[in-house]
């Protein structure tokens, strides 16, 4: 019977989610570490708990560490160390290194959590990516500028989900940008060349090294023009197709990446670009599931429960593949305008008319405070066997959908 230990700093829906997958394992004893207090989760949950431990800080290595050792005088062996959030995969791996726990090291949680180390790996191992240089000071972020070439992107080494992202097109954009956040020796600026094409993602399954399963998405349009541009409603596509010939590119690369980075068994998340002459190029990974409601995506498009199947690798080290009998898609509703939902339109009359086709959704509600983020204030999941009906079902939401703020 082993001893899982769940970290959920914080206990968002989506986390929730994966601690019960983990708890539903036959034969496994689960405890938690948290920074909210337990009595946030629901009931059923925390009765199945067998320990509780609350840190100050649940994202601090060493309060980490302190946090297991308590668990393990409490009668805990800890056999295996999880959590989901991209923040945690550093300080879980030294948390690992320091109690001799199964599992990936602080060295390759590294690897996925450093954007610029994580392309030095890459590029060292052949692997196609964004030309990139992390500077220190304004002065090397104008001369990565010159060598890279705009447009480019700035951001944060340690970033994820387009987070303090941006398009940069000229050198006076740049030092506007470099002023809000200039670059120092203790917080670097990653500079990167901003890759021209069609942005997916690639999230796996590796057991001992080896991708035994993979799902490919398309994003509609890019996250980062989502983020410029707050008109556009965001979609993701999940093709029914997705052992396609034109995704051979990115399946040759990725195995080669993962090894590379250090993932041994676990979920990634890699998002890539295919360039308009049809080579690609990998953007970033992380060590961890995917966001954006991607697990219930992938889940509805491969008619299986993802939260489960990744708790039984991360746990017992095994995978069973699924086929992909759907195409299947998101629709983020995302606000119009600042402030707070004031309105819905056209909702109610593009869910009546694709009926069976919506699978799941989160309508916003009036009074609702924005998100501020690409994934809007609510979403609708759509699939069907065929993909067109999919992306016109898509197409649907996003033209005839619109969520007002005021």
């Not at 990936?104 to 690897?111: E, L, P, T």
């Not at 109610?348 to 924005?370: D, K, N, S, T």
């Amino acid at each position: 019977m082993p001893d899982v230990t769940f970290v959920a700093p914080f206990f968002a829906e989506t986390t929730l989610r994966f601690l019960e997958a983990v708890m539903g394992l036959e034969g496994v004893r689960t405890s938690l570490i948290s920074q909210d207090p337990v009595e946030r989760i629901p009931d059923s949950l925390r009765a199945r708990l067998v320990e509780h431990v609350r840190l100050r800080d649940a994202l601090d290595a060493g309060l980490l560490i302190r946090g297991v050792e308590d668990l393990r005088r409490r009668g805990q062996r800890v056999d295996v160390l999880l959590g989901t959030l991209e923040e945690l995969q550093v300080p879980l791996g030294e948390t690992r290194d320091a109690l001799a726990i199964s599992g990936m090291g602080a060295v390759a949680a590294a690897n996925f959590r450093d954007k610029s180390r994580m392309k030095d790996v890459l590029r060292a191992h052949g692997v196609p990516c964004a030309r990139h240089v992390l500077t220190r000071s304004v002065q090397e972020a104008e001369r990565a500028a010159a060598e890279v070439g705009f447009p480019l992107i700035v951001k944060p080494p340690a970033g994820s989900g387009s987070r303090a992202t941006f398009r940069i097109s000229g050198a006076e954009e740049l030092m506007a940008c470099l002023r809000q956040m200039p670059p120092s020796a203790t917080h670097p600026t990653l500079i990167e060349e901003f890759v021209v094409g069609e942005e997916h993602s690639f999230d796996s399954m590796a057991i001992d090294g080896d991708i035994v399963w993979h799902s490919i998405n398309h994003y509609l349009p890019s996250a980062l023009e989502v983020l410029r541009e707050p008109w556009i409603q965001w979609c993701v596509l999940l093709p029914r197709e997705v052992d396609d010939p034109r995704y051979d590119g990115i399946r040759d690369v990725a195995g080669k990446a993962l090894r590379a980075l250090g993932m041994r068994t676990g979920m990634s998340h890699m998002e890539w670009f295919r360039r308009p002459d049809g080579s690609v190029a990998i953007s970033e990974v992380g060590a961890r599931p995917p966001g954006a409601r991607f697990v219930n995506l992938i889940s509805w498009a491969h008619d299986f429960d993802l939260f489960h199947a990744w708790a039984e690798t991360m746990v017992f080290g095994r995978f069973l593949p699924r086929p992909r009998p759907y195409a299947a898609g998101a629709a983020y509703l995302r606000g119009q305008g600042e402030g707070r939902v004031a309105a819905v339109r056209g909702l109610v009359e593009v869910m009546e008319e694709l009926g069976p086709l919506v699978v799941e959704a989160r309508m916003p509600r009036e009074g609702q405070q924005a998100s501020g983020t690409y994934e809007g204030e609510g979403y609708v999941i759509v699939r069907h066997p065929s993909t067109d009906v999919v992306k016109d079902a898509l197409w649907s939401i996003v033209t005839r959908v619109r969520v007002e703020l005021r």
